[in-house]
T-cell receptor
Framework: DSGVTQTPKHLITATGQRVTLRCSPR?????VYWYQQSLDQGLQFLIQ???????AKGNILERFSAQQFPDLHSELNLSSLELGDSALYFC????????????FGPGTRLTVL | EDKVVQSPLSLVVHEGDTVTLNCSYE??????LLWYKQEKKAPTFLFML????IEKKSGRLSSILDKKELFSILNITATQTGDSAVYLC???????????FGTGTRLKVLA
């Protein structure tokens, strides 16, 4: 158990809908990272927040947005969902004292029908 | 363009064999390279390498970085069925906190 929690575990929804994925980082970690992992794409970095501020952006679609709240939990919002958005979404957290080591949550499996 | 390439894509061995997984990278202002093991769910951290030629070891796993030739290897000796997983390497890109992951090496260890 990495100490990073993600909810929900599984999500099944229809095309065109909007969903919110939630992540709570390890106690004391200020950085939160979001990744998308699909079968044909591998692990793709989406976005990173540090202490509430966006720090780095990867291949995140305009239909997706994220934020980190004052209590350091983060939410990833996916809207106008398409079949191709079906994937495993991971959140990871890290602490400055541990350099670049990231601790991954168990992931949320999103299925868009 | 920054990139991370892993080889082989897939590997099947028998218990007791030794395997070597490769990760080559091209990033400007290299800072570190990380190895992860991914079984059924979330990747779990194995090693972080920052300096060339210094081997990191954890039990039967070891890893080394060559900053001149821009690659790292992960060695697993006396493999066990529990080593079956996808092994990922990742590099943070220049001046940012964006991480690039390789597509991984899928290792299957047969009893």
């Amino acid at each position: 158990d990495s100490g990073v929690t993600q909810t929900p575990k599984h999500l099944i929804t229809a095309t065109g809908q909007r969903v919110t994925l939630r992540c709570s980082p390890r106690s004391g970690d200020l950085s939160v990272y979001w990744y998308q992992q699909s079968l044909d794409q591998g692990l793709q970095f989406l976005i990173q927040y540090y202490n509430g501020e966006e720090r780095a952006k990867g291949n995140i679609l305009e239909r997706f947005s994220a934020q980190q709240f004052p209590d350091l939990h983060s939410e990833l919002n996916l809207s106008s969902l398409e079949l191709g958005d079906s994937a495993l979404y991971f959140c990871a957290s890290s602490a400055p004292s541990q350099g670049n080591e990231q601790f991954f949550g168990p992931g949320t499996r999103l299925t868009v029908l | 363009e920054d990139k991370v390439v892993q080889s082989p894509l897939s590997l099947v061995v028998h218990e007791g064999d030794t395997v070597t997984l490769n990760c080559s990278y091209e990033v400007t202002n290299f800072r570190s390279l990380l190895w992860y093991k991914q079984e059924k769910k979330a990747p779990t951290f194995l090693f972080m390498l920052t300096s060339s030629g210094i081997e990191k070891k954890s039990g039967r796993l070891s890893s080394i970085l060559d900053k001149k030739e821009l690659f790292s290897i992960l060695n697993i000796t006396a493999t066990q069925t529990g080593d079956s997983a996808v092994y990922l390497c990742a590099v943070p890109t220049s001046g940012t906190y964006k991480y690039i992951f390789g597509t991984g090496t899928r290792l299957k260890v047969l009893a």
